[in-house]
């Protein structure tokens, strides 16, 4: 699992409550196919925050985007050198309208050519199921389909996943929302990138422009001696998107010594 640390702050990147038809998100990431070692336990804790967010509900009952804050623990164990289990639970927010609440639990499903961070092409794919309380999705039970490309051309990584949401009723209702990265490393400790995250809606037809979610985020990585840290900013790019959205992931091995200055990211 992409795992990086704390021991600075930073509060930078964007999230995603695409417009009107469109629920909120808990996880704002590209992953780079980096999985726990076999029978390593880690833990990554997801927290983003909107300051400025949509103002109106996905669907009637929903959280309203604007102010709320989405926490969810991820836990993740590495079964193979190729295979990476995780579990996001329990999913948590806050908004302004509705207040405290649970939010669902998520089942992960991560495959990837094994060492990924050693090779210059790198691929896997990312599965996830969902069940989702009435005031996170309109729909009990959706899913995600993340496939993973990249390339390692030290300093330079780039990484496209391709991903397909479905809320299991049928192939022409799939929905496309990408995720991008372009990332400069500055050393293995240092890192800085661009994100983007996009919804393009049902692969059958695409929303108008105006009804699409595009946020584009700047991103700092930091790999330090217990915690890593990925933090970021960004600004919505158009009407039905959040405005600013921050986002924090601080993650560690739970059972694992830390290697503090281990070749590239």
């Not at 695409?18 to 804790?45: K, W």
């Not at 079964?79 to 207040?99: H, I, Q």
Request: charged share 20%; hydrophobic share 40%; net charge negative.
């Amino acid at each position: 699992m992409p795992s990086r640390e704390c021991a600075l702050f930073m509060l930078l990147a964007v999230a995603a409550v695409p417009g009107t038809a469109l629920a909120q998100t808990d996880e704002i990431q590209v992953y780079d196919g980096r999985l726990a070692e076999p029978g390593v336990f880690n833990l990554m804790l997801h927290t983003n925050f909107t300051p400025d967010g949509l103002r109106t509900p996905a669907f009637p009952g929903a959280e309203v985007a604007d102010k709320s804050l989405n926490q969810v623990p991820e836990w993740a164990y590495g079964v193979t050198p190729w295979f990476e289990a995780g579990l996001y639970m329990p999913l948590y927010s806050r908004d302004k309208n509705t207040g405290w609440g649970i939010n669902g639990a998520k089942l992960r499903l991560l495959f990837a050519v094994p060492h990924a961070d050693d090779r210059k092409f790198f691929y896997g794919s990312n599965f996830e199921f969902s069940f989702n309380a009435k005031r996170w999705d309109s729909r009990r039970f959706t899913s995600e389909i993340r496939p993973i490309i990249g390339w390692h051309l030290n300093p330079v990584d780039i990484i496209v996943n391709p991903i397909l949401d479905t809320s299991y009723d049928g192939v022409k209702n799939l929905d496309f929302a990408p995720a991008t990265r372009v990332a400069y490393n500055f050393s293995s400790i240092w890192a800085t990138a661009v994100e983007e995250y996009d919804d393009f809606g049902p692969l059958r037809n695409f929303r108008p422009k105006g009804d699409q979610a595009h946020q584009l985020y700047g991103v700092v990585d930091y790999t330090g001696k217990v915690w890593d840290v990925e933090a970021g900013i960004g600004l919505g790019l158009t009407s039905a998107s959040d405005t600013v959205v921050l986002k924090l992931m601080l993650s560690r091995d739970l059972n694992k010594s830390r290697r503090v200055e281990s070749g590239s990211r």
